[in-house]
Nanobody, 123 residues
Framework: QVQLVESGGGLVQAGGSLRLSCAAS????????MGWFRQGPGKERDVVAT????????YYTDSVKGRFTISRDNAKSTVYLQMNSLKPEDTAVYYC????????????????WGQGTQVTVSS
């Protein structure tokens, strides 16, 4: 099992940028598919982006394509989410998640979750 801790959330104006980080502890981080998810007020938790073990395969939900970039540094056991051109509708708690080996793109496929970090985008 891998433990995950998110950081980097905060308050930003529309059009601004934030970079979220997720530090993992435990062995074999480089074998995990990693993902970022978000849950807005009154909404279900949905996928934002996922990334396979090597960083060579990614998935983005349509609403963030061209604005967000997921990446990882296996030497640091960390996954990132660079968020540009933020919009008020991006306001949510952002969660990092992991699953071993197999690439995945849905919430139900991920087994390990962080506690989340709040992102608030003001208009």
């Amino acid at each position: 099992q891998v433990q995950l801790v998110e950081s980097g959330g905060g308050l930003v104006q529309a059009g601004g940028s934030l970079r979220l980080s997720c530090a993992a502890s435990g062995r074999a981080f480089s074998t995990y598919t990693m993902g970022w998810f978000r849950q807005g007020p009154g909404k279900e938790r949905d996928v934002v982006a996922t990334l396979n073990w090597s960083g060579g395969r990614t998935y983005y939900t349509d609403s963030v394509k061209g604005r967000f970039t997921i990446s990882r540094d296996n030497a640091k056991s960390t996954v990132y989410l660079q968020m540009n051109s933020l919009k008020p509708e991006d306001t949510a708690v952002y969660y990092c998640a992991a699953r071993p080996f197999v690439f995945a793109t849905t919430t139900d496929e991920f087994h390990s979750w962080g506690q989340g970090t709040q992102v608030t985008v003001s208009s």
